[in-house]
């Protein structure tokens, strides 16, 4: 059955460069056009991997899977920017910016929820939901803009990484307290200890550790193709495997560890082409197109269209105030507060792995599933052209 795969990879990728070009063609970022590629592409508009020639195949399931690596080399590029004392720096902006990101749409969540129709428990599960963040389209965005280490750029990535452990510990508290299933306060200390011993194990043995074993792999010429390359990229795959397994953060948390860790190795620019040739002419593209492919809008109904409305809504205007208002409090000045704010704005697979939490404890059914994936795409949509507004000046792109 690789044959219906290797069509659907060809158009993805097709479609995926030449929505980029065409975004680039009219001054918008380049992910603008490929996310919108996978709208086009998915059940919203044609359905074309519904065809029995790719669906009998399962190219669907394929091409996410080939998109969450895409995601994970995406945030090991990022994490390859920045050095650590620059996220230090950005300390208290980051640390309210993330605290506040998950607090303001938990709570604007509920008061937006409860009065369609729910109940406080699928309420809060709602605002858990939108709680998430994935700054990997904005992390994207920000190097095609050339500010990924301006002062808010450092602070966004910072953020990001407080609000993936805040969201993920207060999903843990909730389903432990609100389902009765987590085994009590004692586990959530476990849980949160958990967390952070992985984050703060994770950057020590892989700063200490990597540099080490890139030298050593180039001292030793080893008769391997590319050893550093591949070395780098077995790294990145057990980071993004522990971070999950083993600390309880999604896998982008540890590709991005993976990514600071090595950012002062000595080979960091032969990693920075080989990982960006990998990344970017094949796995980022099928990423970015395939959350167009989870979204069908075709299955809502009238009745869902205010469901969807008020999602959208408070998820952007949540995190612009959250993010923003905790980034200005931090002591940025307002205007980049409220490019952080912005920053944040982008939910992905994180949202999507909560959201499925709650289909498995009936807290999230069809309908409320099917308008979280068309927040996740709004939200994703909408991030890169006002990231654009907020940083006028394009250094560079890739399409």
């Not at 920000?142 to 805040?166: K, P, Q, T």
């Not at 953060?249 to 620019?269: R, Y």
């Amino acid at each position: 059955m690789i044959l219906p795969l290797l069509a659907a990879l060809a158009l993805t990728l097709t479609t995926a460069k030449l929505g980029g070009w065409a975004s680039s063609r009219l001054g918008q970022p380049v992910v603008l056009g490929k996310l919108l590629a996978g709208l086009l592409l998915g059940p919203s508009i044609l359905n074309v991997f519904a065809l029995p020639y790719f669906d009998q195949a399962h190219v669907v399931g394929a091409l996410r899977e080939f998109g969450e690596l895409g995601v994970i080399f995406l945030m090991f590029s990022a994490g390859l920017e920045i050095q650590i004392g620059d996220l230090t720096k950005a300390g208290r902006p980051a640390l309210l910016a993330g605290v506040l990101g998950v607090l303001a749409p938990i709570a604007l969540g509920v008061a937006g929820a409860m009065p369609l129709g729910y109940d406080l428990n699928q309420a809060i599960f709602l605002g858990l939901v939108m709680s998430a963040t994935s700054v990997s389209i904005s992390a994207q965005t920000l190097m095609e803009l050339g500010r990924l280490r301006s002062r808010e750029g450092l602070a966004l990535l910072g953020a990001a990484v407080v609000d993936d452990v805040l969201a993920i510990g207060a999903l843990a508290v909730f389903v432990a307290l609100g389902l009765d299933e987590g085994g009590g306060p004692a586990s959530l200390v476990g849980i949160f200890a958990r967390m952070l011993l992985f984050l703060a194990g994770a950057y020590g043995l892989g700063s200490w550790l990597l540099p080490r074993a890139l030298r050593w792999v180039e001292g030793r010429r080893l008769p391997i193709s590319e050893p550093v390359v591949s070395l780098v990229i077995i790294v990145v795959l057990v980071f993004a495997w522990a971070s999950e397994v083993v600390g309880g953060v999604a896998a982008i948390t540890g590709a991005f560890i993976a990514g600071v860790a090595l950012s002062a190795a000595p080979s960091k620019e032969r990693i920075e082409r080989g990982i960006h040739a990998l990344a970017f002419a094949f796995f980022v593209p099928i990423f970015l197109v395939s959350i167009g492919l989870q979204a069908d809008a075709r299955a809502l109904s009238v009745g869902d269209l205010g469901l969807v409305a008020v999602t959208c809504v408070i998820a952007i205007v949540s995190k612009v105030l959250g993010a923003g208002g905790g980034a200005r409090l931090g002591g940025l000045a307002w205007p980049e507060a409220l490019r952080v704010g912005v920053g944040m704005i982008s939910r992905g697979e994180v949202g999507l792995i909560v959201a499925s939490v709650g289909v498995n404890n009936g807290l999230l059914d069809a309908s409320g599933f099917t308008a979280v994936v068309l927040m996740v795409l709004v939200t994703t949509l909408v991030t890169p052209p006002l990231l654009r507004l907020a940083f006028p000046q394009k250094e560079s792109g890739h399409a």
